[in-house]
């Protein structure tokens, strides 16, 4: 019933930034572990960041690491990946992801997708 609309995604070059945004409604946002996917043309939906419930507990996947930045407002129901250093490997669709009862590590892991926001990063 949770559901999560994805914002900000789009075209930038090599080095340059770019914020996504994503609104949850439909449930309480607090109560929820919230994570960023990304998935690239014939791959894998691989992990980009989650944090907890109160926003204290925060992970990133390796090749992210040091460039992207997760975020929370649990009162505008929103979270946040703030991408800086963006290369051309990271040009994927984002996904917003939400779990209640655990920490989000694997797709498996998700109960609720938001539907994906395009990043394309020009060389």
């Known amino acids: 019933q949770v559901q999560l609309v994805e914002s900000g995604g789009g075209l930038v070059q090599a080095g340059g930034s770019l914020r996504l945004s994503c609104a949850a409604s439909?449930?309480?946002?607090?109560?929820?572990?919230m994570g960023w996917f990304r998935q690239a043309p014939g791959k894998e939906r691989d992990f980009v960041a989650r944090i907890s419930v109160s926003g204290g507990t925060i992970k990133y996947g390796d090749s992210v690491k040091g460039r992207f930045t997760i975020s929370r407002d649990n009162a505008k129901n929103t979270v946040y990946l703030q991408m800086t250093s963006l290369k051309p490997e990271d040009t994927a669709v984002y996904y917003c992801?939400?779990?209640?009862?655990?920490?989000?590590?694997?797709?498996?892991?998700?109960?609720?997708w938001g539907q994906g926001t395009q990043v394309t990063v020009s060389s």
């Open positions: 439909g449930g309480t946002f607090s109560n929820y572990y």
């Open positions: 992801a939400a779990r209640r009862f655990g920490a989000i590590s694997r797709p498996e892991d998700v109960t609720y």
